[in-house]
Each structure stands twice: as C-alpha cells, then as structure tokens.
C-alpha cells in the first residue's frame, strides 16, 4: 500500500490505473507540465545529471532514494500519505464527524480556492529560482537546490491531482491555470505577494527558503488537519519533503554567518566587503526583508474567510490535536494587535476571525529559532553582535500594518523618518549590487564560495567533495 508504483507513466500510490477519467486528464496535463517545466525550470541545467533523491513509498522510514538523474526524467508523481483508519474531523462544526472522502458540495468553492491558492506557490518558487544555478556556490548547493525545485513541481502535481480527482471541469481549467500564470507577470501575475518577487540571488534564495518556505511549513500543517481526507493525507506527505528545504535555508544562512565571523575574526573589522564576505548589518537587512513579506503570507489578522476555513472544517490550526480547547472557538478571544494613534497596543477578539494571526503567531515562534542557533554561532566567535527578528508591524503590506510604517524595534514612525532610515532597514540598491558580485560560479569539486562555509556533512552519507551535479 505504502510502495508507489513506478511502472506507470505517472507514478502514484493512489491505484491510478483503477480511474481512468483521472489518468487520462492527467496524462494529458503531464506533457503540459513538462512543456512549462523546460521553460520556466532552472535555466541551463536541464540536461545535466544531478544527485537527487526521489520518493519510493510515504513510510516515515526509507521513502527516498537516491541516484543520478537529469531533471526532465524525474518521476514526479502522485504520493498521499496513508489513510488513517477511523479518522474524524477535528475542528469546527462538523468535529467528530468521519472525515470526508470526497468534496462537500456546499464548501466546493472556498475548497478549490484554497488548493488553488497553495498550488499557485509550489511553481511561482521554481520561476523564481529559475536563474540560480548559473551564479552557484557550490556543487552541493547546486544539488540542493534543484532537489528543492524538482519537490516543488511535486507539490504542484499534489494540488493538481486533488483539483483533477475531486473538482470535474473547473479543477481541469485550474490545473492549465497553474502553469500559465507567471512569478513577476504583470499581467498573469502569481497569486499571493512573496511569491511575485524575485530570487535574484543565493542570499535572497537561503532567506526564502529559511522564511518563506517556512510559511508553506505551517499553511501545509494547517491543511494535513483538513476534514477533506485527501487534501490532509497529500498535505502529510508534502511536509515530508518541505523539511528538507528548511533544512537548506536555516543550514545555508548558518554557513553564511559562519563564514562571516571567520573573515571577521581573521581581519578584526565589520566592513568586510573589501574581503568578499557579507556583514552582519547587510544579513539583517536581508532578514528585515525575507520575514516582513512572508509574513504578509498569513493574510489579515482579522478574516472572515480564516473563520469560515476553520468553522466549515476545512483548515486547521497548527498541530490542532495538541490544543487543550473546544476545537470550535465560538466563545474564547485572542490578543491581536491594534494601532491607537502611533501606538501599538493590544485587544482581544473573537478567536475564530483571529486565525491567521493565531498562525504567525507560531511561525514567528518557529522563526525565532533559527536566528536563535544563527546567534550561536555569533557568540562562539566571541562577536558582540545579534541578528534579530524586526517587529512584525515592520514592512508590511497585508493587515493592520499595512496603514503604517513601523520601525524594525516596533516604533510607529512617520514617513520622514521612514523615508530617511529604510535604508539601514531594508536592503538597499548598492546591497544588491554588493551581493551580485558576490555571485561567480564556484563548481569545481568540494570548493565554496568564499560568502559561505561548507556545510558539516554531505548529502545522504556523501563526502562535501562528492559531485553532486554532473556538468562535464
Ligand atoms: N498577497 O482574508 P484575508 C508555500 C488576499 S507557502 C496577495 O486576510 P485569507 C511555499 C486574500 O486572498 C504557503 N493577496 O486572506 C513556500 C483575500 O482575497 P479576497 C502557501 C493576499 O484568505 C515556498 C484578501 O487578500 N499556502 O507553500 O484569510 C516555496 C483578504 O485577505 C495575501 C497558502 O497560502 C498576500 N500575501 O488568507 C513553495 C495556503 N494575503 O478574498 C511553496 C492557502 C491575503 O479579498 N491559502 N491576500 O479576494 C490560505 O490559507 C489563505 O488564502 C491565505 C490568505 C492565508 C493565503
């Protein structure tokens, strides 16, 4: 049950070959994908054989395998995670209910706008990165990141699969949809914000898989809770793979610092771009930056559309089964914040509204972590400075913040200061420049780019000096 079957043109472990209405609307998207995947995938790469993992059944135990493939012949295919016998719905009204095999008729629409919604992101991420490979660091980050990409087109497979099996015609017109909206297009522009910004280089890339890929994190832990059993078991196995790309990003920036505090230590000055390394001052703008538009990704601390989600049993909160309450809100509150002049202060509202804020509540948490270890590494190079999450007002575009500039220590500020600090806030056009001339190829085996340390250890028990992606 667990084995997926890889002799089909698709392969899956959701008996395919048993409907054939599926296969064939599938098979028919499949040439489509790889059509998008040539041009919009990592440019220049697509013949060249790298050392990537491939999923061979959705046990917890031993689901990867791993060999050498040119990208274009990854198996992308269908991978749910086992069907929990007995399941019931966890939240809202219909808790306690056996969980639904198939898409309540009433909730159709608020239901595919939410698959539609997360598939958008999984190929707006490869566009995005489209670009890296030519300005690679290393072979092994290399690797690692086509092995984000190719799980990402995976993901989009996963939405696709559930739009084609459980929405008829419109999920079809949906699934075409996904491949022709573009990252940055103006005119068929992705659907949330982060996702139509560029990745224009390995530091923005590090800080969007630590950030941003962070939020997928607990979008895709809120819908694994979802009462529609096959959006929850797809959602399982997606985060299987989501955790190695946060791996990537928290690891990747934990080698920048690294390095950064070598060259430090070595040259006892901050300004290090005379040296070819990347200040702290410069990393936290990154920072400011990466944190403040994915946090725009939770949407409004006050939602509607959040509280029918939750009340119709559609999407969960973060680890739902662990919360000691009701699981239906209808009588508690939450604090959330509130602007009273140009000061920040504190209200309670109705819980069940508050569910987006109640989730970057837990991101932030998450969050915090990483720069939590990134400062231990800062301390052991008895450097006297600290990398900081800003204030979560800071930056942004969606919700309450959104009417008003706040610095990054929380302060609302008027446009003039914030005209005359964003600067030192954000990362700023010469930061750029800086940073992209940073980006030379390195790819000659086991060498690194002098911005980042080598990693503790290769990839599934591989030397650092393995050759992760062959380019002869
Ligand atoms: N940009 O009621 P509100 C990942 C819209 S990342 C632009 O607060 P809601 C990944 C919103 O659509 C995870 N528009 O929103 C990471 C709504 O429009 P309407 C992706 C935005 O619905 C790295 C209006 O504003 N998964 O997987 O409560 C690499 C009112 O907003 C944005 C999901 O997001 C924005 N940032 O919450 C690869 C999960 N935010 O109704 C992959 C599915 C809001 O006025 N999506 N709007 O037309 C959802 O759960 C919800 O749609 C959201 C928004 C949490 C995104």
Redesign the pocket.
């Known amino acids: 049950m667990a084995g997926i079957d890889y002799s089909e043109r698709i392969p899956n472990n959701v008996g395919l070959s048993d409907n054939r209405r599926l296969q064939r609307a599938l098979e028919d998207w499949q040439p489509k994908f790889l059509e998008w995947w040539m041009e919009m995938g990592p440019n220049g790469f697509q013949a060249k054989e790298t050392y990537l993992r491939t999923a061979v059944s959705v046990d917890a135990q031993g689901w990867a395998q791993f060999d050498y493939v040119k990208m274009p012949d990854y198996r992308w295919g269908l991978f749910l995670a086992e069907r929990e016998p007995g399941r019931t719905i966890g939240f809202g009204d219909h808790m306690g209910a056996p969980v639904w095999q198939d898409v309540p008729g009433e909730y159709r629409g608020v239901l595919r706008?939410?698959i539609v919604?997360?598939g958008d992101?999984?190929p707006?991420?490869v566009e995005q990165q489209r670009h890296l490979g030519q300005t690679c660091p290393s072979l092994y980050d290399l690797r690692n990141l086509f092995q984000i990409n190719v799980e990402?087109g995976r993901?989009l497979w996963a939405m696709v699969y559930l739009l084609d099996a459980y929405f008829g015609r419109d999920g079809r017109e949906e699934s075409e949809a996904l491949l022709q909206r573009r990252s940055g297009d103006r005119d068929k522009p992705r659907?949330?914000?982060?996702?139509n910004e560029k990745t224009p280089d390995w530091l923005s890339y590090l800080m969007?898989?630590y950030f941003?890929?962070r939020?997928?994190k607990?979008?895709?832990a809120?819908?694994a809770e979802s009462g529609f059993d096959p959006l929850s078991r797809t959602c399982r196995f997606m985060l299987t793979e989501e955790a190695h790309?946060l791996f990537v990003g928290e690891a990747g920036i934990g080698r920048v610092v690294q390095r950064t505090c070598e060259l430090m230590r070595e040259s006892r000055t901050d300004d290090l771009r005379r040296l070819g390394g990347i200040d702290l001052a410069t990393l936290q703008r990154y920072i400011n930056f990466h944190y403040s538009v994915s946090l725009?990704?939770?949407?409004?601390e006050i939602?509607?559309?959040?509280a029918n989600?939750y009340t119709m049993g559609l999407?969960g909160r973060f680890e739902e089964g662990k919360k000691r309450d009701d699981h239906r809100l209808k009588d508690t509150t939450y604090s959330l914040n509130e602007l009273d002049g140009d000061r920040i202060t504190a209200r309670e509202a109705p819980a069940l509204p508050s569910l987006?804020e109640r989730l970057r509540d837990d991101y932030i948490a998450d969050c915090q972590r990483g720069l939590d270890r990134w400062n231990q590494i800062i301390e052991k190079h008895g450097i006297g400075q600290e990398l900081r999450l800003p204030h979560r007002g800071f930056h942004r575009?969606?919700?309450l913040f959104a009417e008003v500039k706040v610095s990054p220590d929380g302060r609302v500020v008027s446009e003039a200061e914030w005209d005359a600090k964003k600067h030192e806030w954000l990362p700023t056009e010469a930061d750029e420049r800086y940073i992209q001339s940073l980006m030379q190829p390195v790819t000659q085996i086991g060498r690194f780019a002098n911005w980042i340390a080598p990693p503790a250890r290769g990839v599934n028990g591989r030397p650092i000096d393995f050759e992760y992606v062959r380019l002869a």
């Open positions: 706008r939410l919604t997360q992101t999984e707006a991420s990402e993901h659907i949330l914000g982060a996702f969007f898989t941003t890929d939020d997928g607990y979008q895709l809120s819908l790309h725009d990704l939770f949407g409004s939602s509607t559309n959040a989600f999407k987006n575009a969606i919700g």
